[in-house]
């Protein structure tokens, strides 16, 4: 068996994977997981090194995706392919929060005329499970399954209150925050003070922070037993909407959804 990369041999180690553990699905999800906007395409050697691996096991890897049909090859240089969007399309369908909450998005985004978005936590990052806004500037289909830092955004900052202390400090520690506008808050001790504001308050309004001109207002989405599941976004350009207003009309309808929603989230 080929030799594991420094970096794949620790993170086996860390985990301390047992002999259930399959090495080769591992791989190819790392495979899969490595292409994104900043690697539409990636050689057989550009791969390897995103994952950490041998030359011949991501050889081995992508060679099995593209005859799954998950890549495609043109020349050296490996691309996804649409049959990917099975394994998010499973995921969405199974998903009760996204099947239930897309259609409160499109309907919250059409009464107020600003874009509304559900998320859920990951790690460090924040993916989100449904999308509406008022235009049609920006297709639906490329904000779901969308990834953001959770330090810098409302969404992020009221998932990351949700979670237990010691929970919420190992993300912190492991956190290496970076400037996404010039307004992002990079500092690790006012980014645990932001949290934490978000939890005293139940909420969290962040402007700018990851997109210039933009404000955004989040809340988190409970179920029936108190558990945080989800949060829900509602953002607006801040021409259009300075935060008295996020907060005397915005708010109170993200609250109200959420007490709606509580009974049905699961």
């Known amino acids: ?49 995103a994952v950490d691996l041998p030359r011949a096991t991501a050889r081995r890897a992508l060679l099995t995706l593209t005859h799954l ?63 509406g806004q008022a235009s049609r500037l920006m297709p639906v289909n490329t904000m779901i399954g969308a990834r953001l830092p959770a330090h810098c955004t409302a969404l992020g900052r009221v998932l990351l209150a949700a979670l237990p202390d010691a929970e919420l400090e190992d993300i912190l520690r492991a956190l290496r925050p970076e400037a996404v506008t010039p307004r992002t808050e ?18 969290a309004l962040v402007e700018e922070e990851m997109e ?7 809340l988190p989405l409970r179920r029936y037993d108190g558990r ?11 021409a259009q909407h300075p935060p008295e207003a996020m907060r005397d009309y915005f708010l109170p309808l993200l609250r109200m959804e959420a007490e709606a929603l509580a009974a049905e989230l699961v």
């Open 1 to 49: 068996m080929p030799k594991l990369g420094a970096e794949a041999s620790r993170q086996r180690a860390d985990a301390a994977l047992g002999p259930d553990h399959s090495e080769a699905l591992a791989r190819g999800i790392a495979i899969l997981s490595a292409f994104g906007p900043d690697r539409r395409q990636m050689t057989l050697a550009e791969a390897a090194r």
């Open 69 to 131: 049909g998950f890549l495609e090859v043109d020349g050296r240089l490996f691309r996804l392919t649409p049959k990917v969007l099975q394994l998010a399309s499973g995921y969405l369908g199974a998903n009760g929060v996204s099947a239930l909450l897309q259609p409160r998005c499109e309907r919250i985004a059409a009464t107020t005329g600003a874009a509304c978005s559900v998320a859920m936590l990951d790690g460090a990052e924040i993916v989100f499970v449904a999308y």
């Open 186 to 203: 990079t500092d690790p001790g006012r980014i645990r003070k932001a949290i934490l504001a978000a939890r005293q308050a139940g909420h």
């Open 212 to 218: 210039p001109g933009f404000r955004s207002l989040a």
């Open 228 to 238: 945080v599941v989800a949060a829900l976004n509602i953002g607006a350009p801040i």
